[in-house]
């Protein structure tokens, strides 16, 4: 059975992560996911993230990680789902204070790196996300990998879902991202990422690095803003979909299964 393909699709991007390309990027995309501290970031770099996405009139939605800045996140920590619980609420908490201020609403949440790697395959670490997010706020939409752990935990939770799929690294056949360390993790040419977004969207599979084709759900679609060239490929894939008819907007119009808008 084929999944659902859409004509409409959310671009997010990760933000606030200390790099000078936010600005160049915010134009292209419809919601940003805006490190809270743990990986990256600080109070300041909040409030100007937040700020920007208030600017441009961006979906803004928290991106809480491990504590583990030394290794930008990216390295799987021993933890509880209490206390996955505990660092999710938090770091939530923090950043909705910042769009309170400017009057913007915290629209959704995506974990960032190792612990989104995490909730996709382990189903205890994903309900704890998915409580996270539940209990700090209950209409907050929640990002996961498509067809993962957390989408069936944010579901299960009442949640509104967002199905991400990744615009900037390859699959393995099992529907996982290729891990970084290993050769051609990474996408680079943005052309040839906008025609896998527009396969993505339009037929609703991506061909893994196994040559096979795996079906996935689309609603939204992850810009890496730490990756060389990340302006560059932000403003192809949107023209490239544009170009097609696909309407580019915030996700909080085409987020999936869980609470209805």
């Given at each position: ?179 970084r360390d290993l050769a051609g993790a990474l996408i680079h040419d943005p052309a040839a990422a906008a ?67």
């Amino acid at each position: 059975m084929r999944t659902k393909v859409v004509r409409s699709i959310d671009l997010n991007c990760d933000m606030g992560e200390g790099f000078d390309s936010d600005a160049a990027i915010i134009p292209y995309v419809t919601s940003i996911n805006i490190a809270c501290g743990y990986h990256a970031g600080d109070p300041a770099t909040m409030r100007k993230t937040v700020r920007l996405a208030a600017d441009h009139s961006v979906a803004i939605g928290a991106h809480p990680s491990l504590p583990d800045r030394a290794n930008f996140g990216r390295r799987v920590m021993q933890v509880t789902p209490q206390e996955i619980y505990n660092l999710v609420l938090y770091q939530a908490g923090a950043l909705s204070a910042f769009t309170r201020a400017v009057g913007a609403a915290l629209v959704h949440l995506k974990p960032h790196g190792a612990l989104y790697n995490m909730a996709a395959k382990d189903a205890a670490i994903a309900q704890a996300i998915a409580e996270a997010t539940r209990d700090f706020d209950p209409d907050c939409i929640l990002i996961g990998l498509a067809g993962s752990q957390l989408i069936k935990a944010g579901e299960n939770a009442g949640l509104r879902t967002a199905s991400e799929a990744f615009s900037d690294r390859t699959y393995q056949a099992d529907g996982s991202l290729t891990p970084r360390d290993l050769a051609g993790a990474l996408i680079h040419d943005p052309a040839a990422a906008a025609e896998r977004v527009l396969k993505m969207v339009l037929q609703g599979t991506v061909t893994s690095q196994q040559g096979t084709e795996i079906l996935l759900r689309a609603d939204t679609i992850c810009i890496h803003g730490d990756s060389p060239g990340a302006a560059e490929m932000a403003k192809t894939i949107r023209e490239r979909l544009q170009r097609e008819g696909i309407d580019v907007k915030s996700m909080a119009g085409i987020a999936g299964s869980g609470r209805k808008p």
